[in-house]
């Protein structure tokens, strides 16, 4: 640790456990009874977060509801990689600590690119999507040039590893900052059992965590901010394409098999490991007699999509552009499978390449991508799965003209097949806030996701009344607990 800095005497932690529930918090707290996340709950405050977004749910809107204290119908963060200059009169909490003089790190919270600049936060690595490894301090982008490059190559598929000459590199200069000899052996076991049997792909992003968690402390030791963000989405990820296995009764499913088997065990592998760093952050707020919250935004429940389905994915965004008649300079922006992010250089170059996407169509006739959204100069746009789509082979820009047709192999888009997913997302999500003088209470109530900041600026010395005038918003609800 820099011992030339003062030690903060009671910093805040917010652990951003994406998309868990109470009903998978209380699966592995039965199953691992000893465990941090048990003893944390034993002596936590605890609530139930409740999102009212507008819409589809997904991470990258119901987080920053949760950042900025105001929902999806005033910040209009809608997709991953959007201009985000109509939110900007609702400044995430980070930026109204930082400017209030607190210390503030920020690690792998959604919307969270690009580094701003203008405030001296202690740590600042954006999210897993950012559009480039920019980070604060510089000497963390060698993380964040093999997260994004890992995020990117997998897309929707883990694929095999392929190591070119930057990421060794990067991964070499890991060992720099903070990557621990514990970690990398469980990547280089990760990757030969993958080399023995195919399954364990699977698990192969639940890996991501650790390797955040250890670059996240290794800031967090030389820095020791009042206020930090760490956020992970690998249990999220087990969930959606899992969930059937660990809840088999909700499909009335009779579990059969190895494979079965190694499903449902994935979702306490990644518990595990996200207990492993709940009891380092534990350890760390206990120190300073600081306050630790994991959080999440939203929840997950059962979905049934069938057994198995067919997807189409556009491999090669460049050929898809060219190929549908545009012809303009754009940048393709990461997004998560079935959706497609690309920035334009003007808002009419923005309408003629919405134009184009919207008359696509599949051989069945029906538009071949749905939700697709503006907001500035960037267009997301997500396609299709349905076996109309599928079957086709092909997209045609003029509704059932054989003379326009596009095969997929011109238009860059494969087609997959995977694990459906079995796990969806609903407002729900927990809020555990543990730590120094914390009053114990397992009452769960309902919080609306916008009154958890409140509660971390009450924590931190600050006044919620003054800093939610900031964003014309009231104070916390009369129900929020206060010690």
Sequence with gaps: MDQTRPTCAAPVVLYELNEVPWRV????????????????????????????????????????????????????????????????????????LARAGKKVGVFGSMQSYPPPHDLPYAFYVPDTFAPAPETIPERYSCFQVVNLQQTQADGAIAKPVKLD????????????????????????????????????????????????????????????????????????????RYWKYAFPEDFD?????????????????????????????????????????????????????????????????????????????????????????VE???????????????????AHGKPAFYDIDVEGNTVLFSIGCSAGLVDGGALYPSAGDEASKLAFEKLGIVQMQRDGGTGYHQPRG?????????????????????????????DLGLDPEADLARWGRHSPRAGVRAD
């Design 344 to 362: 334009l250089e003007s808002a009419a170059d923005t309408s003629e390449f919405v134009r184009l996407v919207s008359a696509l169509h599949g």
């Design 25 to 96: 918090v209380d699966w592995y707290v039965r199953q691992r009874p000893e465990s941090h996340l048990a003893s944390v709950l034993r002596s936590a405050d605890t609530y139930t977060s409740v999102t009212r977004d507008e819409g589809e749910l997904h991470p990258w809107t119901t987080w920053p509801t949760v950042h900025r204290g105001v929902y999806n119908t005033a910040h209009h963060i809608r997709f991953i990689n959007q201009d985000l200059s109509a939110a900007a009169q609702y400044p995430p909490l980070w930026e109204v």
């Design 253 to 341: 499913y009779r579990m059969d098999g190895e494979a079965d088997a190694f499903h449902a065990q994935s979702l306490v592998v990644a518990l595990d490991y996200a207990d492993e760093q709940i009891g380092c952050m534990k350890q760390y707020v206990d120190r300073r007699k600081g306050r630790l919250y994991i959080v999440s935004s939203m929840g997950q429940e059962a979905i049934d999509r069938g057994e198995h389905w067919r997807e189409i994915r556009i491999e090669d965004l460049g050929r898809f552009v060219r190929a549908i008649g545009y012809t303009k300079p754009f940048e393709p922006r990461m997004a998560m499978h079935p959706n497609f992010t």
């Design 430 to 458: 927990i809020v555990i806030r543990y730590g120094a003088d914390i009053t114990p209470n397992d009452s769960r109530a309902d919080l609306e996701s916008i009154d958890i900041a409140p509660l971390i600026f009450a």
């Design 165 to 240: 000459a930057r990421v060794a590199w990067n991964l070499m200069r890991l060992f720099l900052n903070g990557l621990t000899p514990k970690t990398a052996y469980r990547l280089a076991k990760q990757l030969l059992d993958e080399r023995k049997a195919g399954i364990h792909r699977a698990r192969r992003a639940i890996l991501q965590a650790p390797v955040a968690f250890d670059v996240f402390t290794h800031a967090l030791a030389r820095s020791d901010p009042d206020f930090c963000t760490f956020f992970t989405n690998h249990v999220a990820g087990i969930m959606h």
